[in-house]
């Protein structure tokens, strides 16, 4: 029987996301580990050349089947805690201060991602406020220039304008962001030069007019600048997401699932922690589509979680055994090598598809939570406050059960249960 058709078969038997975030996983990681003992022990080598024989072959071959089987089956069990792990919870006390290490090392990237998101925030404000004061200005020096003069002797070279204007175009040409600053400077150098010559003059016998060619490229220069620190505020307020609220997790990932609870809480004063199990069923039968999509992306969220600890466990247990039996010095090498380079590969990985599943969540909660809100029978708010005050009820009933949450019920007028 062939790979593909062993994972039909086991498809009709057990649900896709167990097939693919914990038996693919271990099935691979199990042939890999069994690539690394092939090469490590002649035992080994000896049992599995016995298994070109018919009968203790097809029987070695079901054993190891099963095997991976019941890995896999135990991975998906495990799976949330290790994607936790994975997130920095279960830290032991002895290591707090690695685990404090690791907080300050998140907050410094939180930190450089805020900085940058209120310069960039101030710098596209500020240009955009400044764009039409400085063509105004431009335009009232010349007016003035071609008031007082009837030459034009503006080369577009050695002056500080044309100078000031053609370090702009290198930062252009070169993809590089544009500052206030720099704009401004070259407008008041640009304003001189149209205030003391005659834009309207062209001084070159060709019909060359480099003072108005300069003064509309230094235009194009504003809207240049005011565009690209636009998309570099929208960029770092999409990393800004990635945060919760409050405190800093020590991983990247950790801080992906807090940004989830914070949406929530920050929005809609829904606590996710408690209802997003309830919104599940509603999810499941309102959108059979979208929901197959949301859970497509966990299930690829548990493969890679999956495949980033059997790679470090797998680089963890060999790296020990090749040195204690003396293995090839090239497979030492090698798992020392591909080992951790593949943990990492695949928690870097984990992050961004962590990213998608949380973005398919809120998603979720935009417009799945009335539809809950009436699955429990509550009547839907009228407004934001209305709705923060109904979760925030329905918080304290659901978690602490208090004998003080005073809720109304809705019931279908048809006396239905919806």
């Not at 398919?360 to 009436?374: A, I």
Request: hydrophobic share 45%; proline share 4%.
């Amino acid at each position: 029987m062939s790979l593909a058709s062993l994972l039909d078969r086991l498809g009709g038997l057990l649900p896709k996301n167990f097939i693919v975030g914990a038996f693919l996983p271990a099935l691979i990681f199990g042939f890999l580990n069994g690539v690394i003992l092939y090469g490590d022990s002649a035992r080994f080598r000896t049992w599995s050349g016995k298994l070109t024989s018919a009968t203790p072959g097809v029987f070695a071959s079901a054993v190891v089947l099963i095997g991976v089987a019941v890995m896999g089956y135990l991975l998906s069990c495990l799976n949330g805690y290790l994607r936790e792990v994975l997130e920095g919870k279960h830290f032991p006390a002895r290591l707090d201060k690695v685990r404090q290490s690791m907080e300050a090392t998140e907050r410094a990237r939180y930190n450089d991602v805020e900085n940058a998101y209120q310069e960039a925030r101030s710098e596209a404000g500020l240009i955009s406020d400044a764009k039409q004061r400085w063509s105004d200005y431009m335009a009232d020096e010349a007016a003035k220039g071609i008031q007082a003069t009837t030459t034009n002797t503006y080369t577009g070279l050695a002056e500080p304008a044309a100078q000031a204007i053609e370090e702009l175009r290198v930062l252009h040409r070169q993809a590089q962001r544009i500052d206030l600053a720099s704009l401004a400077n070259a407008v008041g150098l640009l304003g001189t030069e149209l205030a003391r010559n005659n834009i309207r003059v062209y001084p070159s016998p060709h019909g060359h007019n480099r003072l108005s060619e300069d003064r509309l490229d230094l235009l194009s220069l504003v809207d240049y600048a005011k565009d690209v620190w636009s998309v570099r505020e929208q960029q770092k307020f999409n990393e800004l997401a990635r945060f919760g609220i409050g405190n800093i997790a020590p991983t990247a990932l950790g801080n992906i699932a807090a940004s989830m609870q914070g949406y929530g809480m920050t929005r809609y004063g829904i606590n996710l922690e408690t209802f997003w199990g309830r919104m599940q069923p509603i999810l499941a039968s309102a959108n059979k589509d979208f929901n197959g999509g949301l859970q497509d992306s966990k299930t690829q969220l548990d493969f890679l979680i999956v495949c980033c600890w059997l790679s470090a466990i797998s680089t963890a247990v060999w790296l020990p055994v090749l040195a204690v039996t003396g293995g090839p010095w090239w497979l030492f090498l090698m798992v020392a090598l591909a080992g951790p380079l593949a943990a990492w590969f695949c928690y870097g990985l984990a992050v961004e598809s962590y990213v998608v599943f949380t973005e398919l969540q809120r998603t979720s909660v935009d417009l799945y939570r009335f539809p809950l809100l009436q699955a429990l029978h509550i009547a839907l708010p009228a407004g934001i406050r209305d709705e923060r005050a109904s979760w925030n009820a329905l918080q304290r009933l659901s978690t602490y059960g208090r004998e003080t949450v005073d809720l109304s019920y809705q019931h279908d007028p048809k006396g239905g249960n919806n």
